[in-house]
């Protein structure tokens, strides 16, 4: 098979996908996946989330570690907390930085980017083009 016959072969596939399913390549943030050592935590699937939340290393682990209220480091490709968590808990602070700095709130996409002005940050949605300001919850 030449690639023009491939790709028309993928085209017919894509066309019987019923639209509202090609729409949901929902977005869904991947469950943390933890390894406890010694009392400490380790997140070892970090990779994964902030590849699916298209945020910055740096600026996820400040805010996940203030709400987490520990202290932590990049270790390779995981993430080490100092303490014992349960993933729930670190799902949830996931699920919240998400909903404050990646989901529009007008119309729930994450194609949105920080930016800054001054001060103050904005979450600037590039699907809907809505603008807001980033409060913290
Ligand atoms: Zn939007």
């Given at each position: ?31 943390v ?52 968590y349960?993933e729930?808990v670190l799902n949830?602070l996931i ?43």
């Amino acid at each position: 098979m030449d690639l023009y016959d491939y790709k028309k072969l993928l085209d017919k596939v894509y066309e019987k996908i019923p639209e509202n399913v090609k729409q949901s390549a929902r977005f869904e943030i991947p469950k943390v996946e933890i390894r406890i050592e010694s009392k400490n935590t380790f997140i070892t699937n970090l990779n994964k989330i902030l590849n699916t939340l298209n945020r910055d290393k740096k600026h996820f682990m400040g805010i996940f570690l203030k709400k987490a209220g520990t202290m932590g480091e990049i270790r390779g490709q995981q993430l080490f907390l100092k303490g014992q968590y349960k993933e729930q808990v670190l799902n949830r602070l996931i699920e919240n930085y998400t909903k404050t700095y990646v989901l529009c709130n007008i119309c729930n996409k994450p194609d949105t980017q920080i930016q800054r002005e001054g001060k103050k940050y904005y979450l600037k949605c590039t699907a809907c083009g809505a603008r807001q300001e980033i409060k913290e919850k």
